[in-house]
């Protein structure tokens, strides 16, 4: 279940993060607000905030695109908590991103991304979506440097 939260939220996150600044947004932000209102009034509120300060920073921002990758995590935690608490979320989150993907220019549809990797029984995954991944496999530490025993004195170069 867990995997299916998270993949949902990821799902719903990129897609409310892409639909910000582009005509469809009034109808984004009115289907996400709507979607919390399973939250308390000062919750509720402090993400219809959110909404409209992270649509601005897209739409005033020189490269919109990388304001929309650093918020995507952003509001990945947002929904994942609220599906963790109101699991019966799940369905509306469904609903509202058919819907708001429908509305998004071809751009942001391009733009959208889903990625899922599951590692299982001591497995491991490395992926990236739009970035690097590096791994390092053995030692952290540097080899030994080899200690001059005392009595061998390097010949002298002539």
């Known amino acids: 279940m867990f995997e299916e939260v998270a993949a949902l939220a990821m799902t719903g996150a990129t897609t409310v993060v892409a639909a910000m600044a582009t005509d469809g947004w009034s109808t984004a932000r009115a289907r996400m607000a709507g979607l919390f209102r399973r939250a308390d009034d000062i919750q509720r509120a402090a993400v219809e905030s959110q909404l409209d300060g992270h649509a601005a920073l897209v739409a005033s921002s020189d490269d919109a695109e990388a304001v929309r990758q650093d918020l995507v995590p952003v509001w990945r935690l947002q929904l ?16 509202l991103v058919r819907e708001i993907q429908e509305q998004l220019p071809s751009a942001q549809q391009v733009w959208q991304q889903r990625q899922t990797n ?41």
Do not use: C, K, T, W
């Open 80 to 95: 994942a908590a609220l599906l963790r608490q109101h699991p019966d979320a799940a369905e509306e989150l469904q609903l």
């Open 118 to 158: 599951i590692a299982r029984d001591h497995g491991q995954v490395f992926a990236s979506l739009g970035g690097n991944v590096i791994v390092h496999h053995g030692s952290a530490l540097p080899p030994p440097v080899p200690s001059a025993v005392v009595g061998d004195e390097p010949e002298a170069m002539e």
